[in-house]
T-cell receptor
Framework: ETGVTQTPRHLVMGMTNKKSLKCEQH?????MYWYKQSAKKPLELMFV???????ENNSVPSRFSPECPNSSHLFLHLHTLQPEDSALYLC?????????????FGPGTRLTVT | GQNIDQPTEMTATEGAIVQINCTYQ??????LFWYQQHAGEAPTFLSY????GLEEKGRFSSFLSRSKGYSYLLLKELQMKDSASYLC??????????FGAGTTVTVRA
């Protein structure tokens, strides 16, 4: 595997379910990110980790809970979601936590909340 | 706050040239990125500009004017595979990328 991978690619869940999204990067990067992409809207930064430490929690509701057990893996735990949380969730990584580094994105998880 | 504007949609013919404009008003600036995103796929890096001027990479070029808060992405010799969404993003010098909503380019035969 190369680059940034995400599983599952598609997820349908009810509002009372608990599920987790997984991201793995094989690039040796130190920074990892979660973004939300809704139709016709800009990507919204949700969480940022640098060397497994969270450095950004961008006013995200507590029903989204990130976890970064090591610099290669990033999870997004979901519980009691709302229909408006349906979106594409993208994971990205970059060599370091500095803005002039290119971010490498995974293919995303398409989430539908019913 | 950050404000990044780009057109929603553009259509062009195969072999033609298309220019996607991006204007930004941000609290800080340390460079502007362009990403390409095909439907259902990951955004992929196209270019990064931090100094004024034109950067050329094959059929794609990107221009930046910091004083005007303006950039464009120029796609030449359009091919069907160039049909995609093009995302303009500004970095504030920290680690945050602020994105525009994206421009969907449709290439017609």
């Amino acid at each position: 595997e190369t680059g940034v991978t995400q599983t599952p690619r598609h997820l349908v869940m009810g509002m009372t379910n608990k599920k987790s999204l997984k991201c793995e990067q094989h690039l040796g990067h130190n920074a990892m990110y979660w973004y939300k992409q809704s139709a016709k809207k800009p990507l919204e930064l949700m969480f940022v980790y640098s060397l497994e430490e969270r450095v950004e929690n961008n006013s995200v509701p507590s029903r989204f809970s990130p976890e970064c057990p090591n610099s290669s893996h990033l999870f997004l735990h979901l519980h009691t979601l709302q229909p408006e949380d349906s979106a594409l969730y993208l994971c990205a990584s970059s060599p370091r936590l500095e803005g002039n580094y290119e971010q490498y994105f995974g293919p995303g998880t398409r989430l539908t909340v019913t | 706050g950050q404000n990044i504007d780009q057109p929603t949609e553009m259509t062009a013919t195969e072999g033609a040239i298309v220019q996607i404009n991006c204007t930004y008003q941000t609290s800080g600036f340390n460079g502007l990125f362009w990403y390409q995103q095909h439907a259902g796929e990951a955004p992929t890096f196209l270019s990064y500009n931090v100094l004024d001027g034109l950067e050329e990479k094959g059929r794609f070029s990107s221009f930046l004017s910091r004083s005007k808060g303006y950039s464009y992405l120029l796609l030449k010799e359009l091919q069907m595979k160039d049909s995609a969404s093009y995302l303009c993003a500004v970095t504030d010098g920290d680690y945050k990328l602020s994105f525009g909503a994206g421009t969907t380019v449709t290439v017609r035969a």
